[in-house]
């Protein structure tokens, strides 16, 4: 907030500055006394307008036009402010220097209204950073009670059917019947014992081929 009230102090004052050179070049110009406050509003009213524009649409593609607002007012108001410089400074003062000073209160503007924005949105409190938010964990989740059962997974389930398949076979029950039993396609149960089979048929081939000379 001490950030916020400073940034914002500080445009308020880039802005006056900007705002009576711009005036006096208008009266200057040629617009009357009782208008000549409005152009220096139009001018670095668009610098300000369009950076909150940038900063709010940043990573759309519509971003582009407030983009080229904000170049377009700035180049504006900065070459207005040295151009007032140059005509209203003293005769003994360097036109460049005049320029460089009347050009330091657009460019403070254009800078500082961005970083009043971007320090506005971050101290947010609705947007929360990634970093605080509550993570869930396994600690966090609550406890099962005890008239509760953890949920069987899908393996687990898989493989108490295929264990019991096999007693049911050792039992002498038929593939079509266990199937029946467990409720599963008789292919499923055929493949259980297939698999099996191979994989003691292999094992048993190892055991020949290390235990011959």
């Not at 899908?154 to 002498?172: I, K, N, Q, T």
């Not at 467990?182 to 094992?203: C, E, K, N, Q």
């Amino acid at each position: 907030m001490t950030a916020v009230a400073g940034t914002v102090f500080i445009a308020a004052g880039a802005f006056w500055l900007s705002f009576t050179s711009l005036a006096d070049l208008a009266a200057r110009s040629g617009i009357g006394a009782g208008q000549a406050w409005a152009w220096p509003l139009i001018v670095d009213g668009i610098i300000v307008v369009a950076t909150v524009a940038v900063v709010a649409l940043a990573g759309q593609r519509s971003a582009w036009y407030p983009w080229a607002l904000l170049v377009g007012g700035a180049l504006v108001s900065v070459t207005a402010n040295a151009i007032h410089a140059v005509v209203a400074a003293d005769a003994d003062v360097p036109r460049m220097l005049a320029a460089s000073v009347a050009a330091v209160p657009p460019v403070v503007l254009l800078a500082i209204t961005h970083l009043t924005v971007i320090l506005t949105r971050t101290a947010d409190p609705g947007v929360q950073p990634v970093a605080s938010r509550p993570t869930v964990t396994a600690e966090s989740m609550p406890a099962l009670s005890s008239g509760e059962a953890e949920p069987t997974r899908r393996g687990d389930v898989v493989a108490d059917r295929r264990a019991l398949g096999w007693e049911l076979r050792e039992a002498g029950w038929s593939n079509k019947r266990i199937a029946r039993e467990l409720g599963v396609h008789p292919s499923t149960v055929g493949r259980w014992f297939a698999v099996a089979h191979l994989t003691d048929t292999t094992d048993t081939v190892d055991e020949r081929e290390e235990t011959t000379p």
